[in-house]
T-cell receptor, first 118, second 115 residues
Framework: AQKVTQAQTEISVVEKEDVTLDCVYETRDTTYYLFWYKQPPSGELVFLIRRNSFDEQNEISGRYSWNFQKSTSSFNFTITASQVVDSAVYFCALSEAEGETSGSRLTFGEGTQLTVNP | DGGITQSPKYLFRKEGQNVTLSCEQN?????MYWYRQDPGQGLRLIYY???????QKGDIAEGYSVSREKKESFPLTVTSAQKNPTAFYLC??????????????FGPGTRLTVT
């Protein structure tokens, strides 16, 4: 069975601080995909990034960066120089590569509420 | 504009009544999903459909029913058998039916309150 754990329930920072959101996953599959989604107060989830299990390169997109470490089953997300607009709930999720009935299913973590104060 | 619409945004019902939440997508996606979100919790999968006229139970299907008669529509009925129906319901879709590669796109959600 797959499982995603986001141990940090809530994080509060002051604007311009860097913040890292942790994600640890469990799966027996050798090929899988990891995702991060952002849920602003409006409620709609927004896709941020997908990572293939065979690609352990870190990725940077503007102020966002992601650190994927297969050895520790972690896929952490860092926001550099945080802004008030970054305040949201962030979800980490996992899917199998391919499956007749379950390949497209996402298993979500419980989310981390990030509050960035001015 | 392509996207997913859910209506209404807020829905109020009396206990014992069935209620149907609508979800429509114009992204030409094969797969569609229904999730439930409770305060402070992650998303739990209710039902999903990888192709028209086919759907599978998710982790918490009891008390819910769905249909997938058209590619663009995936309505969810919350029946009176659902013991705790008050929650935020999110619909999503993705391109590939069975592949886990494709990200899911989400609608704005429907907040259901049953009293």
């Amino acid at each position: 069975a797959q499982k995603v754990t986001q141990a940090q329930t809530e994080i509060s920072v002051v604007e311009k601080e860097d913040v890292t959101l942790d994600c640890v996953y469990e799966t027996r599959d050798t090929t899988y995909y990891l995702f991060w989604y952002k849920q602003p107060p409006s409620g709609e989830l927004v896709f941020l990034i997908r990572r293939n299990s065979f690609d352990e390169q870190n990725e940077i997109s503007g102020r966002y960066s992601w650190n994927f470490q297969k050895s520790t089953s972690s896929f952490n997300f860092t926001i550099t120089a945080s802004q008030v607009v970054d305040s949201a709930v962030y979800f980490c999720a996992l899917s199998e590569a391919e499956g007749e009935t379950s390949g497209s299913r996402l298993t979500f973590g419980e989310g981390t509420q990030l509050t960035v104060n001015p | 504009d392509g996207g997913i619409t859910q209506s209404p945004k807020y829905l109020f019902r009396k206990e014992g009544q069935n209620v149907t939440l609508s979800c429509e997508q114009n992204l030409n996606h094969d797969a569609m999903y229904w999730y439930r979100q409770d305060p402070g919790q992650g998303l739990r999968l209710i039902y999903y459909s990888q192709i028209v006229n086919d759907f599978q139970k998710g982790d918490i299907a009891e008390g819910y029913s769905v249909s997938r008669e058209k590619k663009e529509s995936f309505p969810l009925t919350v029946t009176s058998a659902q013991k705790n129906p008050t929650a935020f319901y999110l619909c999503a879709s993705s391109i590939g039916g069975t592949s886990g590669f494709y990200e899911q796109y989400f609608g704005p959600g429907t907040r259901l309150t049953v009293t």
